[in-house]
């Protein structure tokens, strides 16, 4: 078993920033790939980052849209990962939420993650 706690979410002007945490416990075999997702109200859940834990480094995958501007991070100390969000735009408003899996073949496709997260809610206001 593994659970996910995201935090970190709130309001912020567009421009902004913001950082996600996803504190995770449990087996550890389970989350070696830990991923951001968002949904916004009447869309399809999407991939936003992931990054792949493994002992001779990581990969680290984002989606178009938050190139440049997001960043995806790890603290294994912690057992945290984090996203630091820059330069956020409205359509970046959604409920983020923290997966894990063992080694997704599509870091993207939330029907392959087994754990999540309550979510945090991002909005971002003009």
């Known amino acids: 078993q593994v659970q996910l706690v995201e935090s970190g979410g709130g309001s912020v002007q567009a421009g902004g920033s913001l950082r996600l945490s996803c504190a995770a416990s449990g087996d550890t075999y389970s989350r070696k790939c830990v991923a951001w997702f968002r949904q916004a109200p009447g869309k399809e859940r999407e991939g936003v980052a992931s990054?792949?834990?493994?002992?001779?480094?990581?990969?680290?995958y984002y989606a178009d849209s938050v190139k440049g501007r997001f960043t995806i991070s790890q603290d294994n100390a912690k057992n945290t990962v984090y996203l630091q969000m820059n330069s956020l735009k409205l359509e970046d408003t959604a409920m983020y939420y923290c997966?894990?899996?063992?080694?997704?073949?599509?870091?993207?496709?939330?029907?392959?993650?087994?754990?999540w997260g309550q979510g945090t809610q991002v909005t971002v206001s003009s």
């Open positions: 990054i792949y834990i493994d002992v001779g480094g990581s990969a680290i």
């Open positions: 997966a894990a899996a063992p080694w997704p073949a599509r870091w993207y496709d939330p029907r392959l993650y087994n754990y």
